[in-house]
T-cell receptor
Framework: SQQGEEDPQALSIQEGENATMNCSYK?????LQWYRQNSGRGLVHLIL?????REKHSGRLRVTLDTSKKSSSLLITASRAADTASYFC????????????FGKGTKLTVNP | NAGVTQTPKFQVLKTGQSMTLQCAQD?????MSWYRQDPGMGLRLIHY???????DQGEVPNGYNVSRSTTEDFPLRLLSAAPSQTSVYFC???????????FGPGTRLTVL
């Protein structure tokens, strides 16, 4: 079964707006990662946040992690049409086999 | 560096046919894995390898075989293709099991 579940399943915004996607997971983790997938392409790693970190930034991306709520959020600020893609979170369960388990993704559409 | 390469990009098979999906990486990564991606299902782990000579099953291994004779290559074999194996297949590699994953461009497989 999927460890991480993204919410919402789909999100449509205008260029310049911020986009927020959430990921919830079930068991304690070592780290959580976010990936982007453009249509018809492979996944590209965006950011990794460890279980002892609460927030991480990379350019226009901001990721937060709340281990007490078993949830993470990905914020894309000042979105652009080129941000249109699907976004996936991936987690590895602490004490498990440490395999990465991906969620089903959030499909983001940024309208020009 | 070419990164992770996959061949072929597209393939159409008839039920019962066999084929091998090729995956190679030139980053000297120990960990390699195969995922399938179906609409609304996210990515599901088929098989993975933590190093040459070592493979293990993921979430959906039935109908697929793998081997890892070298660090660079991790082929996925379909012994007798079934329509349920119609999917997009991604190969990924990383330095460690739950580290940042580098994905190939994918193979789109249709089984008639």
């Amino acid at each position: 079964s999927q460890q991480g579940e993204e919410d919402p399943q789909a999100l449509s915004i205008q260029e310049g707006e911020n986009a927020t996607m959430n990921c919830s997971y079930k068991t304690s983790i070592n780290n959580l990662q976010w990936y982007r997938q453009n249509s018809g392409r492979g996944l590209v790693h965006l950011i990794l946040i460890r279980s002892n970190e609460r927030e991480k930034h990379s350019g226009r991306l901001r990721v937060t992690l709340d281990t007490s709520k078993k949830s993470s959020s990905l914020l894309i600020t000042a979105s652009r049409a080129a941000d249109t893609a699907s976004y996936f979170c991936a987690t590895d369960a602490r004490g498990g086999s440490e395999k990465l388990v991906f969620g089903k993704g959030t499909k983001l559409t940024v309208n020009p | 560096n070419a990164g992770v390469t996959q061949t072929p990009k597209f393939q159409v098979l008839k039920t019962g046919q066999s084929m091998t999906l090729q995956c190679a990486q030139d980053m000297n990564h120990e960990y390699m894995s195969w995922y399938r991606q179906d609409p609304g299902m996210g990515l599901r782990l088929i098989h993975y390898s933590v190093g040459a000579g070592i493979t293990d099953q993921g979430e959906v291994p039935n109908g697929y075989n793998v081997s890892r004779s070298t660090t660079e290559d991790f082929p996925l074999r379909l012994l007798s293709a079934a329509p349920s194996q119609t999917s997009v297949y991604f190969c990924a590699s990383s330095y460690a099991t739950a580290d940042t994953q580098y994905f190939g461009p994918g193979t789109r497989l249709t089984v008639l």
